[in-house]
């Protein structure tokens, strides 16, 4: 799986020739300066919950790829009242079948309100499963036991976990969340883009290799492969 960073919390995984964004959150963002918004691939948009540093980009996205959205049920509808059409809403605990694979909704411990501070339904993680590998991008979330379920759920290949703190959990408590869903492959997010979760990046990456743990931080812009 090809796996593009566009910043904070936004990613691009190539599944089974199928684009799928994460989050989308770049023109605003100051240090994404290098991406071009209108050439961000999607067939597939999914967001955790409603804040701006995770939805900025939704609609412009959305209505220039035609990608389907997958998010909570609430966020959807307030996509469609913005004029996506395509949403598929959900909730935690669901799963669905897509032609890429399934993306099942889990718990994430947060908040979620629209940027107009409307509600926006309960923020949510999502696990990925396809014939080319499992994972589970976290969204923003603390620490939490309900992660150990989706190590006994499935195998997971590699995480997308947030490792800024302050408004996430920070680099200690995703390391021991590397243990709960049972996977060493984690890939850092949602630190650096905002002064109070700027991290000391070499620091994360040695607490995590002492735990037996691997941490990879992508340059914004950058794509590596991961799993199959
Ligand atoms: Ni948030
Ligand atoms: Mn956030």
Redesign the pocket.
């Known amino acids: 799986m090809n796996i593009t960073y566009y910043g904070h919390s936004c990613f691009g995984v190539e599944v089974n020739g199928k684009h799928i964004l994460f989050d989308p959150f770049i023109t605003p963002n100051e240090l994404a300066k290098v991406i071009d918004v209108n050439s961000v691939k999607a067939d597939y948009i999914l967001i955790t919950?409603g804040?701006e540093?995770?939805i900025a980009d939704a609609v412009n996205i959305a209505s220039r790829t035609g990608a389907k959205v997958i998010s909570s049920f609430e966020i959807c509808q307030w996509l469609e009242k913005q004029g996506v059409k395509n949403t598929q809403g959900m909730n935690i605990g669901g799963k669905t079948k897509f032609d890429f694979g399934n993306v099942k909704c889990v718990v994430a411990i947060?908040?979620?309100a629209f940027p107009d501070g409307t509600y926006a339904g309960n923020?949510m993680g999502f696990v990925v499963e396809s014939t080319v590998g499992n994972f589970y991008y976290a969204g923003?979330t603390a620490l939490t036991y309900d992660m150990k379920l989706i190590g006994d759920y499935r195998n997971v290949d590699f995480a997308f976990l947030p490792i800024g703190d302050i408004?996430?959990m920070g680099v200690d408590n995703a390391i021991i969340a590397a243990e709960f869903i049972q996977c060493r492959n984690i890939i850092g997010m949602h630190y650096d883009t905002f002064e109070p979760i700027k991290i000391d990046k070499p620091l994360a990456v040695r607490k995590f290799d002492r735990s037996g743990n691997v941490l990879t931080l992508f340059e914004i812009g950058e794509t590596k492969q991961f799993g199959k």
């Open positions: 919950h804040h540093d995770h947060h908040s979620s923020p923003d408004f996430t």
